[in-house]
């Protein structure tokens, strides 16, 4: 976001990308007329925005800032920004909206986006908004909010059009102008036997090509990916990708089609999967942006003490060897290298592994392969920096054993760090647990262990 | 991809998901008939894949089955493989295909496809396919060429429907019947002007519903969001999320419509938008799963090599306290503890910060605000785990100044670790730097430095 720095034709783009949104300059405008109180001015800016422009802006503001410009656009916030805000942020506005108008705005989103709204509230401000939204929009909502949360069945739209083979192109365009029910949106209309399951669909692109005669089982795709409600988002989202699905249908136990999970729906969960897996292989639990300072602090505490611990696990190590470091203080001076060089090696297979497995590029099929391969690059970087960090640790210290012993010590932790950046994920998986969220710990742990031992081991063989 | 593990229900879905595409199973088949050279049997199972399953099991196979796979299927092989495969893989299968068979696949792909395959050959391979093809498809594949990677006019489709506002529902219908040269896909009909800028657009389940004789212009969304070619891809799909785009115009200088960007090529954009931020914090410049054991370890030999200096730098640190060591060997017993706590705990505010960077979810609007928080939750967590690790340090040490003095470094290096976790990000975006390439060895130099210096430096001052 800084145009400044970009050279003018990048610029262009950025004015013309940022121009529809959320500019600084905006933001900076509607802050000043909110301080100033110049609410009309902040009514009228605020309503050009798009509802996830309107978003960003309460995530922008401050606690009391969000509270004056709520009150500054009154009822103009649209539904769908409450959709679009970060939960720590929304649960705010909730607070400050309270049940009776958050349930105006939730009857006027889409299913998927209402139950996703009303899943973040407590029990009873769940409770309090579902009282005051009509039988007819109560209904769906509840059932939306029976299946678990990161299901299909929760990112599914329940309103689709589905009509019998036998009907003919004009059949369904009468039914599609006159039916008064049909989702805002819809990709494909489906095809569906008497039992109303999927048997097939028709893009609607192809529909428009068809002539009015012909019969719509003769033009559908058969066969269509169907998806089951209690399903991962995330096996959802790879075979959208995998096999470039725009659209796909949601069938009950009896394979009667109950709703339709569609590609944009998808977007966000391919992107919070990859954002997930950095996020836990760097110790946050969640993304904490937008959460309290006491929060935030609470739970980067819990991943911090297990990391204590593997600290401390690798103080003990270098406790065994005080006496050794006592008579040769080189070894004090160098032994961080060899830990820090085997972490870092380690981190790079991690991240490579965990991906892999998230996308099912790493499978049983290639493990072998891949564990093989990490050991080689282990052995050839090992050997590189042995020699690189034997070189130094000679002209530094003048002493070609103490090279020998840190060269040696470098290879062997490089080699462990490879094999345990795969291993660990691996084995992690294997065991049912997501390898992103505790494969870091352990890979530290080995490293720096394995680093201080060896190379204050070996110091003590040889240098004594 | 373990169903024995997961629980029934979970099976099943998995079962479910899978079974269309590539289990375990089917890729132990097709290796056991490869392996006897049942070639019939492998054709037949391999015709039987969607084109990004026969990418996967390419990518699954090492390079000997690769070329016997190839052999096997013959011409089998489904054009849209090729632009799902891996680059390595690609480049590999490319080769033992030769320009010809290349030319002809390429001549079946949609043409942001082909560009892309074309795009990822060597100087006269690429000739040499493009020499291959048919004029009609190589003028378009040379115009798609000319735009740089990862911009808008790489990832655009040049065919699309586009009419003119005057005509009635019904001549579009009658147009889209009877054209030769659509689109095999689109979603939306775009409305332009006598000059060709698009106006407005009409989504197809819209256009579906409207009767024969209403205006277009009548119905059609006005004022689109439109793309340059040369915007990044990461900045349209940051667009196309921003405001659910599902597809959208993109325009030349003079504003004329030349193509169209669909949700679903953004899919695969979003994800590895997010998925290089966690590559690069790791150190791993690619995803270089499929790379070559010698490519994978010179690009991460690089990365590995400036962390080899911001080592030394720490051991130069250390070295200054070598005198102090000798006389309390217990300070290079605990020193490792102070600088892995800063930087686990900066790598924590480096994630969040690297991601809300790149989700522009972090601007200069919020950057004060979010910087003091960090600041703040650097104290608290500083000031809990001074605390517990002076204590442990006072039972195992039996020695109450030592604890003392390594509550007060951790305590710094804590606030140091959140602060720069935050400020070298942001610094780097400022500067025009990807801050996801370089900041973590900036952070994890600033943690060790501060670390190592602030706890030997203060033992130095208190307990000799």
Do not use: C
């Not at 069938?251 to 992107?271: F, N, P, Q």
């Amino acid at each position: 976001m800084n145009e400044r720095d970009s050279v003018a034709e990048e610029e262009d783009e950025e004015e013309g990308a940022e121009g529809r949104g959320l500019t600084p300059d905006i933001v900076r405008e509607i802050r000043v007329a909110l301080d100033d109180e110049r609410f009309g001015e902040v009514r009228e800016q605020f309503a050009g925005l798009h509802a996830a422009d309107q978003a960003d802006l309460f995530e922008l503001f401050d606690r009391d800032r969000r509270q004056k410009l709520l009150e500054a656009i009154g009822a103009r916030l649209d539904p769908e920004a409450l959709a679009e805000l970060e939960r720590p942020v929304r649960d705010a506005l909730v607070e400050m909206l309270g049940p009776k108008r958050v349930a105006e705005a939730v009857a006027e989103l889409n299913e998927d986006d209402a139950v996703y709204v009303l899943d973040a509230l407590s029990e009873e401000q769940q409770k309090a908004v579902l009282a005051a939204v009509a039988e007819d929009i109560r209904r769906p909502l509840e059932e939306g909010l029976a299946f678990g949360e990161d299901t299909a069945g929760r990112l599914m739209q329940r309103d689709f059009v589905a009509v019998p083979a036998y009907w003919s192109m004009g059949q369904v365009i009468d039914y599609l102008r006159s039916a008064e029910d049909l989702p805002d949106e819809f990709y494909s209309i489906y095809v569906i036997d008497p039992a109303f399951r999927p048997i097939g669909w028709v893009p609607l692109d192809r529909a428009m090509r068809t002539k009015r005669p012909i019969r719509i089982g003769d033009i559908m795709e058969a066969d269509p990916v169907v998806f089951r409600p209690e399903m991962d988002v995330e096996d959802v989202a790879y075979e959208v990708r995998q096999y470039d699905l725009t659209s796909a249908p949601v069938v009950d136990e009896s394979g009667r089609m109950i709703g339709v999970i569609m590609v944009d729906d998808i977007l966000d969960v391919v992107e919070e999967e990859a954002e997930e897996d950095l996020f836990q292989i760097s110790g946050v639990r969640e993304d904490d942006l937008n959460r309290s300072v006491f929060r935030t602090t609470r739970t980067r505490f819990s991943w911090l003490v297990i990391n204590l611990v593997t600290a401390i696990l690798a103080s003990v190590v270098i406790g065994f060897f005080d006496a050794t470091i006592e008579q040769v203080v080189a070894l004090a001076v160098l032994m961080p290298i060899v830990a820090s060089m085997g972490g870092n090696a380690g981190t790079q297979t991690l991240a490579i592994a965990v991906r892999a497995l998230g996308t099912k590029d790493l499978t049983a099929a290639n493990a072998m392969r891949q564990v093989s391969k990490e050991l080689l690059v282990g052995v050839l970087n090992g050997i590189a920096f042995a020699i690189l960090i034997g070189l130094a640790t000679y002209v530094w210290f003048s002493d070609p054993i103490l090279g020998g012993v840190i060269a040696a010590a470098m290879v062997l932790n490089m080699i462990i760090a490879g094999l345990a950046g795969i291993l660990i994920p691996l084995g992690l998986d294997k065991a049912g647990v997501d390898p992103a969220v505790s494969s870091a710990v352990f890979l530290t742990t080995v490293t720096d262990i394995v680093g201080f031992f060896a190379f204050l081991g070996l110091g003590a063989l040889f240098l004594l």
